[in-house]
């Protein structure tokens, strides 16, 4: 300790880290939360304008019946990228930001608990999404088998599928460094007095989310190298030529794949119970029931992975066991929606555009979760499996839920990280114009879906034109209309109204006692919390 | 000038497809109608679910929205600053509990039902195949009767160059015929990749694993012409493979029997027969156009490297015993399916004297059907 403190004397005192690299290299070299979670959102934009793109090249191709712009190989590369693309480099990617941002700072940390880790789970990122970007490109294309990755279908795809499984264990190494980080950041780092259930919501929701990504990443990572190996190797895991089954496959790749959807929910719940008690002016209702929720939530989602496999043919009772483990989820969330209006109830409201986005989430989410509840009824999913009405379902809650929440977060928090106001009436602009054309685009997908629409076409019969027609109009405003999003947060990077250390009237927790912009580092020293309850 | 007129026409072609499009079930919002019980019952279930939803949702959002009418700052409210109701957080987990136990109920009723695949009438196998279904009558009246369900759409409609006829996309040469009010147990397999047997009309839908056989059923109650898809992504043509269920009257059901047994007697006397060269030329360009087209192409150059060319390539212009193997067993692996289950020896002397002397292809080699017949022993 004392041969440290010499040391340091040979610097100047103050900022220890005023001698780190500038330019280029001190993105590639930082082990700074701050720094780290900037890449991380603007590597998740950059994925999201990536994968957006590849939606409008569908919806355009899907515009009306025929086959016009693409043929059914790229379109079938297309939905595969586009899933691939949103889930593991655009959502989680997002979220994974907001919590190397902002967790530190709600918890009092001077930093994550593995800065040097932290840099290389970022550093993972850009190689993974190069290697599925650029698969479009090499011979026979990208997997062109949904992100999903069925085998047998996988098996007979070019190296784009190799290229597809080795950017996919790239990205679950990351997530998994991610999330070994957070988790033990929440658990070690807190500030003195600030008891597990004083924490705010937000870093309950990533500790249990870092449990699940922990859990589920490795058992994904398995299923694409056994995939790999049937490619390569001789080995028959998939095949029943060679005794094995292709099922097994969905049964591994759905082990990881329900969690993961909990997995980009749940962080995008605990934006959402940040931001409403802000603007409600008015402590969050049920804290206690909000985390047994949460925590419940996460346990059902490994057992009810079968409800995507109703007509795989599973025995009778596997499909009514899974239909009631997956119909309890329902239980849980039910909580979450009926607490986040109790919170509500009798405050003192105000609408910017954060609380707006977080209520188009409330709205449409509870929309996403009841077609959710349609389809976990198999009698009924026999008809919608694989249709359009699925589409619909998971767009709801990816988008509508996840998308929208990510939004309410990135402008809560944008006077916090550029110490500048957003543009209000234009991030308004981007709320109404972004729920109205995603409602246009999506709503009607219900519809093709209970008429008998399947999934994954690129051309159908004459019945479907017409919603086709009205989603894709949507689709492209909703693109349209995330240009506006970019356009406000440069704008208010570049400048803009200068930001108070607490913007929000009705915003509590230790972020918003530092300076906005947030220093480079901060709580240096732990705070001290006096506070009886130190939670949102 | 030319441009020009073909954007117009175009536009006239979309005007047109657009108003048939309106013609027919256009803006159709729910399921189709159903043909059988067990389709009325999905109906009745998600009407059932629509009414507690859309309840719940109206109750939950009328609150949300007078709070945020009543309870906002504008209008001078103050916040209170509760946070906990025990009562009430007990009483919004358990209630919705118990409605969700009262939707169960009945969808157990519905699922044990729908999985009853005990004393059928008549047993068909559908197998999946890139991409297209086959069909073998496997038990009860017509059994032994099979063939192959090809999309009857031509291309030039799909890539738009002649107008869409009324069935577009759900069109097949040869219709599953069943007989009216019968119990049809459908056993589902795949050759190749996971397909997945959907008539909506019947309210089945049953995946179709290569190397299993898994199981459905159904009961038409009324006769006409139900129609599918393939609904699980199965590759490039996943779009193209339809099902079409045409249910007839026990009599018309029994001649429609008598006449495809007639067929296929004619069929099997094929092997002893010599055809000319021509002949087989010709015979062998229709069976490639219906089979062997989607992957390596009218032009004969493949799509590779998933899906090579045979112009110029080495097993069509190699020895033939590999040329007729490949085409009988398939290929390990890759798209290349076993047609040797598919097509009859006279097809597949057809196409492979077809593949050999097909664009630049010049061997010269005419396959009989007898070879054929020799190479499946």
């Known amino acids: 300790m004392e041969a440290t403190h010499a040391h340091g004397a040979g610097h100047a005192h103050g900022d220890g880290h005023s001698h780190h690299p500038k330019g280029i290299m001190r993105w590639i070299t930082t082990t700074n939360h701050k720094d780290i979670g900037t890449m991380y959102l603007w590597f998740s934009f950059a994925m999201f304008m990536v994968g957006g793109v590849m939606a409008l090249i569908i919806r355009a191709e899907l515009f009306q019946p025929g086959l016009q712009y693409v043929q059914p190989e790229f379109f079938n590369q297309m939905i595969t990228l586009h899933g691939l693309i949103m889930v593991f480099g655009a959502i989680m990617p997002a979220f994974v930001g907001f919590a190397n941002w902002m967790l530190p700072m709600m918890i009092g940390a001077p930093d994550m608990a593995f800065a040097r880790m932290n840099n290389w789970s970022f550093w993972l990122l850009p190689p993974a999404g190069i290697l599925l970007t650029a698969s479009m490109f090499v011979p026979g294309g990208a997997a062109g088998t949904g992100w999903t990755l069925y085998p047998p279908l996988s098996i007979q795809m070019g190296i784009g599928m190799d290229m597809a499984i080795f950017a996919v264990h790239i990205l679950g190494m ?53 995939i790999l190996t049937d490619r390569h190797f001789g080995t028959s895991f998939f095949s029943a030529a060679g005794g094995g089954d292709p099922v097994l496959f969905q049964h591994i790749f759905w082990f990881f794949g329900h969690p993961e959807v909990y997995i980009i929910a749940l962080p995008a719940f605990g934006v959402v119970s940040h931001v409403i008690p802000a603007f409600a002016r008015k402590p969050i209702f049920g804290y206690t029931s909000m985390v047994y929720a949460i925590a419940s939530i996460a346990l059902i989602s490994f057992i009810v992975w079968a409800h995507h496999m109703y007509v795989v043919g599973m025995p009778v009772a596997g499909q009514l066991y899974f239909m009631y483990a997956t119909i309890l989820i329902a239980v849980p969330t039910g909580v979450k929606v009926f607490n986040w209006v109790a919170t509500m109830w009798r405050g003192s409201m105000t609408f910017e555009t954060p609380m707006l986005f977080a209520l188009g989430f409330l709205f449409l989410f509870t929309i996403g979760g009841f077609t959710g509840l349609v389809l976990s009824n198999t009698a009924i999913d026999v008809q919608l499996q694989d249709t359009y009405y699925v589409v619909a379902h998971f767009h709801y809650v990816m988008v509508a839920g996840a998308l929208f929440s990510a939004f309410a977060a990135v402008y809560y928090w944008l006077p916090k990280w550029t110490g500048h106001m957003y543009d209000e009436t234009l991030g308004k602009w981007h ?7 995603f409602n246009i685009a999506f709503f009607p997908q219900h519809f093709l879906g209970l008429a008998g629409m399947p999934r994954r076409i690129p051309d159908y019969a004459l019945q479907f034109a017409d919603f086709n027609q009205v989603s894709t109009i949507g689709a492209f405003g909703f693109g349209l209309s995330q240009l506006l999003f970019l356009y406000v947060v440069l704008k208010a990077i570049r400048g803009g109204e200068k930001a108070a250390a607490k913007p929000w009237e009705g915003a509590t927790g230790l972020e918003w006692t530092v300076p906005s912009p947030a220093p480079y580092h901060t709580f240096e020293e732990p705070p001290v919390l006096t506070e009886a309850k130190g939670h949102a | 000038m030319g441009m020009h007129n073909k954007t117009k026409s175009r536009l006239a072609g979309l005007a047109l497809m657009a108003w048939s499009g309106m013609a027919l079930a256009a803006w159709e919002l729910n399921f189709q109608a159903p043909a059988t019980k067990a389709a009325q019952t999905v109906i009745d279930l998600h009407d059932l679910m629509m009414i507690i939803i859309v ?50 109920w009945p969808a157990t009723k519905a699922v044990l039902n729908m999985r009853d695949t005990s004393q059928a009438d008549i047993t068909i196998k559908a197998t999946g195949y890139q991409w297209k279904w086959g069909y073998d009558y496997l038990k009860g009246e017509g059994e032994g009767i ?39 147990r459908v056993l589902t397999t795949a050759t190749d990749v996971i397909h997945s047997w959907w008539v909506p009309a019947l309210a089945v839908k049953q995946d179709a694993i290569p190397g299993y056989v898994r199981d459905t059923w159904f009961r038409a109650e009324k006769e006409g012409i139900y129609r599918g898809q393939c609904a699980e992504l199965c590759g490039k043509d996943h779009a193209f493979m339809p099902i079409v269920v045409e249910v007839v009257s026990a009599e018309k059901y029994t001649q429609w029997v008598g006449a495809q047994k007639q067929q296929m007697a004619a069929a099997a006397d094929e092997g002893a027969k010599t055809f000319s060269r021509d002949e087989l030329m010709s015979r062998g360009e229709k069976v490639y156009a219906a089979n062997c087209v989607a992957c390596h192409q009218a032009n004969g150059k493949g799509l590779p490297p998933t899906f090579p060319g045979l112009d110029g390539s080495k097993i069509a212009t190699g020895p033939k015993a590999a040329h007729i193997d490949i085409v009988l067993h398939g290929k390990a692996n890759t798209a290349m399916a076993a047609y040797g289950g598919q097509l009859s020896d006279g097809d597949i002397a057809a196409v492979v004297t077809y593949e050999r002397n097909a664009w630049g292809n010049k061997t010269g080699d005419v396959v009989q059907p007898a070879e054929i017949k020799a190479a499946r022993k």
């Open chain 2, 55 to 104: 309840i719940i949702f109206i109750g939950v959002f009328a609150v949300m929205f007078y709070s945020v009418f009543a309870h906002r700052k504008s209008k001078g409210h103050q916040a209170a600053q509760f946070h906990d109701n025990t009562l009430v957080e007990i009483a919004w987990t358990v209630i919705p509990l118990l409605i969700l136990i009262g939707m169960a």
């Open chain 1, 174 to 226: 990351s997530s998994i460094m991610g999330s070994i980080n957070i988790v033990t950041t929440i658990l070690n780092l807190r500030a003195p007095g600030m008891t597990l259930m004083r924490m705010p919501m937000f870093c309950w929701t990533w500790l249990i989310t870092g449990f699940l990504l922990i859990a589920v990443m490795p058992v994904l990572a398995g299923a694409v190298t056994m």
């Open chain 2, 146 to 184: 099979r063939f192959m369900s090809l999309m009857a759409t031509p291309p030039e409609q799909i890539r738009g160059a002649a107008a869409k006829g009324g069935n577009y996309l759900l069109e097949v040469d040869r219709h599953l015929v069943v007989p009216v009010g019968k119990k049809i």
């Open chain 1, 431 to 437: 709320f109404w114009l972004s729920i109205v054309s």
